[in-house]
């Protein structure tokens, strides 16, 4: 699975400069864990980071902004009861999947939501 290197750095900065939280969403485990190696990779220079390489809770914390970024398979249920202020989503994700991953941008005044 891959992501446009445009939505990697706008989630990037989101997190690590503005301190959001970012969820990212993928079809299944594999595929998110594809995802987090490849934010990886694109990590800018000059941030703390912690990584968190936990097989199905794969993060990135930025510990000056305090801003994350979480990644997640679709069937997945660990983003329940957190807050994101940007989720990035398959495109062609079903109404189900999508209607269980809006609450968790309800309660930030950004909530985007962004196809890839």
């Known amino acids: 699975m891959s992501m446009h290197e ?15 939280r970012v969820a990212v969403f993928a079809p299944g485990g594999a595929e998110a864990h594809e995802l987090f190696e ?5 990590l800018p220079e000059g941030y703390a980071v912690d990584l968190r390489r936990t097989s199905g809770r ?16 679709l069937r997945s249920r660990g983003h329940r ?3 994101a202020d940007r989720a990035f989503v398959p495109v062609g994700i079903s109404p189900d999947r999508l209607a269980d991953i809006w609450p968790a941008l309800n309660t930030s005044r950004v909530g985007v939501l962004t196809g890839f």
């Open 38 to 42: 490849a934010f990886a990779a694109h």
């Open 58 to 73: 794969e993060s990135f914390r930025f510990k000056g902004s305090g801003g994350e970024i979480r990644f997640y398979g």
């Open 81 to 83: 009861g957190w807050a």
């Open 6 to 20: 445009e939505h990697i750095a706008t989630a990037l900065n989101a997190a690590a400069a503005l301190g959001q």
